[in-house]
């Protein structure tokens, strides 16, 4: 059994070892209430037979579909295949593709591809929003900060407007 991270002395505070083991999201840590669980649609948990099940597909089928790089999913330590259910999602949408759309596999794994590059640009977006939306705070408490530093017993400067009156001026005799 390994150290769990969050522990400062190693094995304390930690409860059971076993199939999730190793696992992201896997395990539970002592806490006040019950143990907690922690399962995403990331956390791979089923075995190839429950994921042709769930997919509606031949376990053959999801070894090609890995071999190809179509849905890849996780491994054991004995290379033991486990799917999340977003690997059960897009066994699915792959299927559909397939089946109803006529995708060819090398098209279905193109558009994967491009999803994928998508919606790792949305996210590089929404961080590039974040920091200037930061930076944009950080410069208006900047700006105000020099503002508020102002000496108040200094007058304005105002600059002299000038006419454009024509004056004839005459000297006396």
């Known amino acids: 059994m390994s150290a ?14 076993g199939i999730g083991e190793g696992l992201p999201g896997a395990g539970r840590t002592r ?3 019950p143990p907690t669980y922690v399962l995403t649609e990331d956390t791979p948990v ?3 037979s429950v994921a042709a ?3 509606g597909l031949h376990p053959q089928t999801l070894r090609q579909y890995d071999r190809l790089g179509l849905v ?3 491994r054991t330590a004995g ?7 977003r690997d059960i999602q897009q066994l699915r949408e792959v299927q559909r593709l397939s089946q109803d759309e006529g995708i060819n596999l090398a098209g279905i794994k193109r558009i994967i591809e491009l999803e994928n590059q998508v919606a790792a640009l949305q996210s590089r977006i929404s961080e590039l929003v974040d920091a200037l939306e930061g930076a944009a705070a950080t410069l208006q408490q900047r700006e105000a900060a020099v503002h508020a530093s102002y000496r108040r017993d200094l007058v304005p400067y105002q600059q002299v407007q000038q006419s454009s009156a024509l004056v004839v001026w005459r000297p006396k005799r």
């Open 4 to 17: 769990h991270p969050d522990s400062p002395h190693g094995n304390e505070g930690r409860i059971g070892v």
């Open 31 to 33: 806490s006040a209430g």
């Open 46 to 48: 089923y075995v190839i």
């Open 79 to 85: 290379r033991g295949r486990r799917y999340s259910a």
């Open 72 to 74: 890849c999913p996780d």
């Open 53 to 55: 099940e769930l997919s």
